[in-house]
């Protein structure tokens, strides 16, 4: 069984500092993993995503993520926050890209602060 | 990658009405969808798999009878929530899934039963 755990429901930075918004997840089996960003009423857009190969991920709006197996992490992190990047981020894990299922964390509200 | 297109984005109805959400695959023949339902400050969870052609499978603890899908096309599924309630007030979301992409979301319907 799979399952995510997002530390922090609601994180707070100011503008131009480091953002990182923690994920850690459960997985009996080689996971796949997924950020997504969603901006107030509307659907999840896809930030970055791991599957294999290269443990350092790098996605849009500078985002990038890292997984590391021995943590059981796959924290997101951008080095200079910006007004637009305030939204609602989620973790998902899956267990194989063939699953039909996403297991989602329970979101973290990024506020950032002028 | 794949676009979904969720529709309405929004609807109001009364108690006891019944409301259709509708969620096409423009550009990618999906023969699974999938619905999703996000609780204010939760995360998604997975309601059920839009199969075409065939019945859905619905998660546990989703009343089948109340949430209606129909897949009649590669393009097309709806969700029927019967007989609303103001407890069903929430946020759905479709996806479509395509292999080495991941998942595309639609944009969302936000329900709100009066």
Known sequence: AQSVTQLGSHVSVSEGALVLLRCNYSSSVPPYLFWYVQYPNQGLQLLLKYTTGATLVKGINGFEAEFKKSETSFHLTKPSAHMSDAAEYFCAVSDIEGANNLFFGTGTRLTVIP | ?114
């Open chain 2, 1 to 114: 990658g794949a676009v979904v297109s969720q529709h309405p984005s929004r609807v109001i109805c009364k108690s006891g009405t019944s409301v259709k959400i509708e969620c096409r695959s423009l550009d990618f023949q999906a023969t699974t969808m999938f619905w999703y339902r996000q609780f204010p400050k939760q995360s998604l969870m997975l309601m059920a798999t839009s199969n075409e052609g065939s019945k859905a499978t619905y998660e546990q603890g989703v009343e089948k009878d109340k949430f209606l899908i129909n897949h009649a096309s590669l393009t097309l599924s709806t969700l029927t929530v019967t007989s609303a309630h103001p407890e069903d007030s929430s946020f759905y979301i479709c996806s479509v899934r395509m292999s080495g992409t991941g998942y595309t979301f639609g944009s969302g319907t936000r329900l709100t039963v009066v």
